[in-house]
């Protein structure tokens, strides 16, 4: 099987990250991942830049650690791809799959309400996965499901407690979306637990990784991590 991380923030990007892009490539390459997708916060969460900067400035600034990630992907040996961690009053959602052309030429994104948001993307050929659902964090006043606007539930996510995932699962299935898994990778290689995504044979392109998600191919997983090695 061939692993995927799809939730993972680096430094400087995202505010809260803590390692560079290199380190967690590195990282993820020693532990025998294909691939990861680097999901950082965007202008409209904890963005590692000053959020009064001009909409521009703020997405080239965005795009730094993710350029910087297709220069690397070579040199370490892992597959780089990205998406975004977009937040709505704490209510998140990872995006997959449009260009920063995409973002540069749409600044009306901010502007819209979050449906408007989610269904505009999605119409221009995007993934959308509502991140850990049932999260319950001082930063989140409450719950919010976005069950007609995203395509995949992250039913495993490393920052839950176990019934929040659970919860998480039960919304998927009732309403008939995807399953997703992500660490929300904050530490690299500090990180205790990873969750991801395999599948049987490798993915070539973020078109390819949002086509087999939509047909329902992802194979969710979890592991334990101890001193940057995988333990079970
Ligand atoms: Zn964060
Ligand atoms: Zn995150």
Redesign the pocket.
């Known amino acids: 099987m061939y692993r995927y991380e799809t ?1 993972l ?1 680096s430094s400087p990007a995202s505010k809260c990250g803590r390692y560079s892009v290199r380190d967690n490539m590195e990282f993820y390459k020693e532990i025998g991942y294909d691939g990861i997708f680097l ?1 950082n ?1 965007f202008i409209d969460a904890n963005i590692g830049c000053d959020r009064t900067l001009p909409y521009e400035e703020q997405i080239e600034f965005f795009f730094r650690d993710i350029e910087e990630g297709e220069r690397l992907a070579d040199e370490v040996g892992i597959k780089f791809f990205w998406g975004i ?1 977009s937040s709505y009053l704490g209510t ?1 959602f990872l995006i997959y799959g449009l260009s920063k052309e995409w973002y540069l030429s749409h600044p009306e994104i901010m502007e819209v309400s979050r449906r408007d948001m989610l269904t505009m993307m999605a119409e221009n050929g995007a993934l959308i996965v509502q ?1 850990h659902p049932f999260r319950e964090a001082s930063y989140i006043d409450h719950v919010r499901l976005f069950p007609y606007h995203v395509h995949a539930v992250e039913t495993d996510n490393c920052g839950n407690k176990d019934f929040q995932n659970e919860m998480a699962r039960l919304y998927a299935d009732t309403y008939k979306l995807h399953h997703s898994a992500g660490s ?1 990778n904050h530490w690299a290689r500090y990180a205790t637990r990873l969750a991801g995504v395999e599948f049987e044979t490798p993915i070539d392109s973020v078109e390819d990784f949002i086509e087999r998600m939509k047909n329902g191919e992802a194979h969710t997983f979890t592991v334990n991590v101890e001193n940057g090695k995988i333990i079970n």
């Open positions: 939730h923030h999901t916060h961690e998140d991140a929300d």
